[in-house]
């Protein structure tokens, strides 16, 4: 039986060639869309979920409580981590983690590159227990030397990049900062993409802690806090996170009690929202949003349902060329059971042979897919979930597609389907097609207003006044372990002389950035914490003029190499009080609520120290040469490459072990909205996709409609009714649709908009004539693709239609 469903099926598709190519041309479309963002999606969920005690682990953060609101972050202070051990229970074991970057010298060129002098970054300082809570594959050695200082942990890729293959690494010593003797105690495999905590080296936690200087880590200091120095808790399989959380309050309550500027709390985090939750960074590797997610998610649902409404739309067109068969087969017998197999079948042989030609569309699509998402090249398409989802996309497509044209199909009468009798009535009108064509363009058009949305407030922000000049900004970082000494001056000098660059400055970072360091402070001689913090920014005399600051008030200060003089945004003095910026000027401020004071020199216009994102938050620049790390150059616009590789080779003139890497602000600032505009990409495409899949949908609709009024159009032209009359009444209720779905489309497009535009401090507006542009743009795509339906229909011969009456 089954087999001469399969022939009937495939000679019915063969015989409707058109119709059947346009049903696999658009669930194509839609499978395909569901396959790649059910990968992305995928890859974005399983962060972590490798690690065999993922519901176990847990990472301790910290809430600031301040007047004005909170803030966070996912680091603790460097005595925490001894003192949790003493203060906790019901805790299987805590393991600090301090992600740094180090300099690493090798004794000899053991490579064929000849170097010996590399910059490894995600350098993981903890301790042996660190396996008890994450799965590392140990290749060689044993991971439990990481409770010795000067032990090192090479991943298998880093160990092959300083020593040529991994199998050569073990044992060998090296030199960290170019000062601490340390060798490799073993090799582990690759950390997986899909994990927050990729490492390229694991060194000792009692390395860091005997080298204080060094890493400018203070264990003593309990109201230094780090994002990077971060501390993870494994409880047992019946542990009970909210009695834990109990105790860290009252870690909190007894050691940080009236101290600082805020209430501080700290709390359990769960491995599992930690790739999820946008108020703590991960150690390392990015995060994304939850609401991204269901997003895509969403996309790729609406897409499918799209497609599959087209196929209902589409096959009940044709269902009415069908009616004779179907009568003939129920007055040969047939069952209406045998008629709804027999659509279902037709229904799965044409969702089966789309997700065929998706999948290999899919396949070649995949390693595109990496350049507008954080999906690896390396991810594979064919996985044991990718067939559990293939399989649920056919069943579940050919279930959503062919159920209602199977029950039109057998609820045939065979009198009237001989007769060729069988009318609207007979098929369940047309109100569910119009229903699911209002469906496909409120889904178009919400992704449109999207897409319109998304790419006006990507484009504004890059051409948003951040409050400096990041326009031909070229910086480099300078050695953290090298002492500011005289090379350091000296080789501002031979920079400020090269005629391509314009000015030249040292700064522990250029005006935006990652950075967050912030501290409390006196003012105004006062000796008491002013009740909110401030973010730090140290910087020479020559800051202000080489990023093009702005002030409202007095000027920057002299040059100094200690805490001397400082300048202010207008956030502080706002915040602080005073009447006008100019009433700043000549007062004194000191961080950290000691000495020295320092007086205020001036006031600069509020620039965007984060992304824009964040509110721009209080800050101080300051003077202090030991706390320098970058150079910034402003270069003429006509500098060249030749410009970058002379700046390079005084770098290595002054710094000749050193590891150098240069980089624009404007690409660097870029970078902050890679996710967005990555968003703002697939919004785009998306968008285009719904469109021509909503305009199959409408070429179903219309199609329908004509083989229902063939023979009233027919009449019209006999009776002397124009082309143009008769494309207008085919036309217009589908104006109307569009219409309707404008008018459901444009608030749920709005909503969802606002609520994406509420994750940035910096919103662009949304002006009316955005949605009414939407909505002219629908009408076009409605009237360009129903105009060509009608117009074949007006244009065709009356005798035709009529010859059967």
Request: hydrophobic share 45%.
């Amino acid at each position: 039986m089954w087999k001469i469903y399969s022939k009937i099926a495939w000679r019915n598709l063969k015989k409707g060639k058109r119709v059947t190519l346009i049903n696999v041309f658009g669930l194509t479309l839609g499978i395909t869309a569901a396959i790649l963002l059910f990968t992305v999606v995928g890859y974005e969920l399983s962060f972590d979920k490798f690690q065999s005690h993922s519901d176990q682990i847990y990472r301790v953060v910290t809430q600031d409580e301040y007047s004005d609101g909170m803030s966070y972050t996912p680091g603790v202070s460097p005595p925490m981590p001894e003192a949790l051990k003493a203060d906790l229970s019901g805790i299987d074991a805590i393991v600090p983690v301090v992600n740094s970057s180090v300099f690493v010298t090798l004794d000899d060129a053991v490579n064929s590159s000849g170097t010996t002098n590399f910059l490894v970054e995600d350098v993981f300082f903890t301790t042996g227990d660190y396996a008890s809570l994450f799965d590392v594959e140990v290749l060689a050695g044993n991971l439990n030397t990481l409770n010795n200082p000067g032990q090192v942990v090479l991943t298998e890729t880093e160990a092959k990049k300083l020593f040529g293959t991994w199998e050569n690494a073990l044992g060998k010593s090296v030199v960290l900062s170019k000062r601490i003797e340390a060798s490799v105690g073993a090799i582990v495999a690759d950390i997986p993409d899909n994990s927050n905590f990729k490492f390229n080296m694991l060194a000792s936690y009692k390395t860091m802690e005997s080298n204080e200087e060094v890493f400018d880590t203070y264990f003593d200091e309990w109201g230094s806090f780090g994002s990077n120095f971060q501390v993870y808790v494994k409880l047992p399989e019946s542990g009970n996170a909210d009695q834990v959380n109990k105790q860290l309050l009252a870690f909190a309550e007894k050691n940080y009690k009236n101290r600082g500027t805020s209430k501080k709390s700290f709390f359990l985090q769960a491995m599992e929202d930690i790739h999820f939750d946008t108020r703590f960074d991960p150690i390392s590797g990015e995060m994304i949003r939850k609401g991204t997610i269901y997003t895509l998610a969403l996309i790729g649902v609406f897409i499918l349902l799209m497609a599959s409404i087209n196929f209902v739309n589409l096959s009940t067109a044709q269902a009415i060329g069908k009616s004779k068969e179907v009568g003939i087969r129920k007055v040969m017998g047939g069952s209406r059971t045998q008629v709804i197999f027999q659509s279902f079948g037709e229904t799965f042989m044409v969702v089966f042979i789309s997700a065929i030609i998706s999948t290999l569309v899919a396949t070649i699509l995949l390693p595109y897919l990496s350049k507008f998402t954080e999906l690896p090249e390396s991810i594979r398409l064919i996985t044991p979930g990718f067939l559990l989802f293939s399989a649920g996309i056919v069943i579940g497509v050919t279930l959503l597609s062919g159920l209602y044209p199977a029950m039109v199909l057998s609820g045939f009468q065979p009198v009237q389907a001989l007769k060729n009798k069988i009318q609207v009535a007979q098929i369940g009108g047309v109100s569910l097609r119009r229903g699911l064509v209002v469906t496909q363009f409120v889904i178009a058009q919400v992704l449109m207003i999207a897409t319109v949305i998304a790419v006006r407030q990507m484009t504004e922000i890059q051409n948003a006044d951040l409050g400096f000049s990041k326009e031909a900004v070229y910086y480099f970082d300078l050695p953290s372990d090298e002492r500011k000494d005289s090379r350091l001056a000296t080789l501002k000098q031979r920079l400020a002389a090269n005629s391509q660059i314009k000015t030249v400055s040292v700064s522990s970072d250029v005006p935006s950035s990652n950075n967050n360091w912030a501290s409390n402070f006196w003012f105004d001689g006062r000796r008491e914490n002013v009740p909110f913090m401030t973010s730090l920014k140290y910087g020479d005399a020559d800051y202000f003029d080489n990023y093009g600051l702005k002030f409202v008030a007095g000027t920057g200060f002299s040059e100094s190499d200690t805490l001397k003089e400082a300048v202010i945004n207008e956030t502080m003095a706002k915040k602080l009080n005073l009447s006008s910026p100019d009433e700043a000027i000549g007062k004194t401020i000191t961080i950290g609520g000691g000495e020295p004071w320092m007086t205020i020199t001036g006031v600069v216009k509020d620039f965007a120290q984060n992304s824009l994102r964040e509110e721009v938050k209080p800050f101080i620049i300051a003077t202090e040469l030991s706390r320098y790390g970058v150079i910034g150059l402003k270069l003429e616009k006509n500098a060249s490459q030749e410009t970058l590789a002379s700046i390079e080779e005084e770098f290595k003139n002054s710094y000749p072990d050193a590891i150098y890497s240069g980089e624009f602000l404007d690409e660097t600032i870029a970078n902050f909205y890679r996710r967005e505009n990555q968003l703002s990409l697939v919004y785009k495409i998306f968008a285009m996709l719904s469109i021509v899949i909503s305009s199959i949908g409408l070429y179903g609709l219309i199609s329908f409609l004509v083989g229902q009024k063939l023979k009233e159009i027919g009449i019209r032209k006999v009776l002397g009714a124009s082309i143009a009359q008769i494309t207008f009444l085919l036309s217009k209720e589908f104006i109307y649709l569009v219409l309707v779905a404008c008018v459901i489309a444009v608030p749920l497009g709005y909503y969802l908009t606002d609520q994406w535009l509420q994750n940035f401090s910096y919103k662009t507006s949304v002006p009316i004539s955005l949605y009414v542009l939407v909505i002219l743009a629908s009408l076009a795509i409605t009237a360009a693709t129903v105009g060509v339906r009608s117009i074949r229909a007006a244009l065709s011969n009356p005798v035709d239609s009529l010859a059967d009456e």
